[in-house]
Nanobody, 123 residues
């Protein structure tokens, strides 16, 4: 079964940067569109970014456009989220997910999920 493990979270100051990684195992990731989602305390899980199986197309939530970049290296079965100019409102648990439907920002379209990595943006 496909398994996903996120890493790279931590505590950073506003304006700082982090790079999250999502490593897959069990099956190669090249069949799946991949997405990053986040969930802040007391809020619904929301889509942040997604990328097609080949990496040809990407999508971003309006709140992160121009600051975050999603990428993938299928040879390494790894997906990345580069986060720059971080804001306190970016604080959340970030989840990596895989979809065999397509690259969307809908939680329901993703069937395999990692356990999440905490990102905290605070001074």
């Amino acid at each position: 079964q496909l398994q996903l493990v996120e890493s790279g979270g931590g505590l950073v100051q506003p304006g700082g940067s982090l790079r999250l990684s999502c490593a897959g195992s069990g099956f190669t990731l090249d069949y799946y569109a991949m997405g990053w989602f986040r969930q802040a305390p007391g809020k619904e899980r929301e889509g942040v970014s997604c990328i097609s199986s080949t990496g040809e197309s990407t999508h971003y939530a309006d709140s992160v456009k121009g600051r975050f970049t999603i990428s993938r290296d299928n040879a390494k079965d790894t997906v990345y989220l580069q986060m720059n100019s971080l804001k306190p409102e970016d604080t959340a648990i970030y989840y990596c997910a895989a979809s065999d439907i397509g690259p969307t920002l809908r939680v329901a379209d993703f069937g395999a999920w990692g356990q999440g990595t905490q990102v905290t943006v605070s001074s």
